[in-house]
T-cell receptor
Framework: DAMVIQNPRYQVTQFGKPVTLSCSQT?????MYWYQQKSSQAPKLLFH???????NEADTPDNFQSRRPNTSFCFLDIRSPGLGDAAMYLC?????????????FGQGTRLTVV | QQQVKQSPQSLIVQKGGISIINCAYE??????FPWYQQFPGKGPALLIA?????SEKKEGRFTISFNKSAKQFSLHIMDSQPGDSATYFC????????????FGQGTRLTINP
């Protein structure tokens, strides 16, 4: 089945130690998004790739970076995780353009910072 | 301007009852309004969505009502079932380009058997 796959499902990292979360998709969508969802809160968009173009949200901290080496894969890099970065990180994809399609979400990666 | 306000924060409904969740938006450029269902430890899944050219959309037990002049929309779940117990998020975006979803705060729905 076509889907959005996130790895790992659970990640524990040390305070200040760089961590990378990955996302892959088989939907052939040209837009990929990263959302941060803290406990009992709504998902919040961090940034997205429209094709190869990176689009950062104005309030996304510099600590968060992303890479998209090809259409299928996208990575979220947290350069120096703090305790406040503990959250569920959700990858989503959609087709961009007029009359864009629904956004499909992965199962998320729950990040714990110790 | 970018906010989507959702209420109530939590809702308890008896099995077979009607669950109603309300949302309001400010940005008149929004023209796509989806509802997502999220179970604990899972990613959100699209439940139903509406565009402002219609005032109501129904899919099975789920109905969206949309009031463009009031900038409000709501989700009605008819014949609510215990399996509907989840967190529901309304969202809004523009229907062109990237679908940058602005989510409401979420409603934790519990259906009592």
């Amino acid at each position: 089945d076509a889907m959005v796959i996130q790895n790992p499902r659970y990640q524990v990292t040390q305070f200040g130690k760089p961590v990378t979360l990955s996302c892959s998709q088989t939907l052939n969508h040209n837009v990929m998004y990263w959302y941060q969802q803290k406990s009992s809160q709504a998902p919040k968009l961090l940034f997205h790739y429209y094709d190869k173009d990176f689009n950062n949200e104005a309030d996304t901290p510099d600590n968060f970076q992303s890479r998209r080496p090809n259409t299928s894969f996208c990575f979220l890099d947290i350069r120096s995780p703090g305790l406040g970065d503990a959250a569920m990180y959700l990858c989503a994809t959609s087709f961009g353009g007029r009359g864009n399609t629904e956004a499909f979400f992965g199962q998320g990666t729950r990040l714990t910072v110790v | 301007q970018q906010q989507v306000k959702q209420s109530p924060q939590s809702l308890i409904v008896q099995k077979g009852g009607i669950s109603i969740i309300n949302c309001a938006y400010e940005n008149t450029a929004f023209d796509y309004f989806p509802w997502y269902q999220q179970f604990p430890g899972k990613g959100p899944a699209l439940l139903i969505a509406i565009r402002p050219d219609v005032s109501e959309k129904k899919e099975g037990r789920f109905t969206i009502s949309f009031n463009k002049s009031a900038k409000q929309f709501s989700l009605h779940i008819m014949d609510s079932q215990p399996g509907d117990s989840a967190t529901y998020f309304c969202a809004a975006s523009m229907s062109w380009g990237a679908q940058k979803l602005v989510f409401g705060q979420g409603t934790r729905l519990t259906i009592n058997p």
